[in-house]
């Protein structure tokens, strides 16, 4: 039963999203990425632990939270914009899509 509720929810979430504007979509994604990092102790300590390892001598802790917020904020922002990105049409994507460096593939 609890297996179906979840199901359900989530293809509410997944519909709500595909409804919605790409831009609004992306805003959302970006709120949920935040509270992921306040309320996901674990993972904000691992990535605020291996962010330390990696810029523990250039960044300051709270440039180090704050990379380390960024990060989850486009991880949501991500996701997000993947699931209405994945319903939209060619023809309403190529408006937010920008191309550079062709050149440099052949």
């Not at 519909?15 to 959302?28: C, E, F």
């Not at 989850?72 to 319903?87: D, H, L, P, Q, W």
């Amino acid at each position: 039963m609890a297996e179906k509720i979840l199901y359900y929810l989530a293809r509410a979430v997944i519909a709500l999203l595909q409804a919605l504007p790409l831009t609004l979509v992306a805003q959302l994604g970006r709120i949920g990425g935040g509270l992921v990092y306040v309320f996901d102790a674990r993972h904000r300590r691992v990535a605020v632990k291996t962010l330390t390892l990696c810029f523990g001598n250039e960044k300051s802790p709270a440039e180090i939270r704050a990379t380390a917020r960024e990060n989850f904020r486009r991880i949501g922002e991500n996701y997000a914009s993947a699931v209405k990105t994945f319903a939209m049409p060619w023809s309403d994507l190529t408006a937010h899509i920008e191309q550079s460096g062709m050149d440099k593939v052949l």
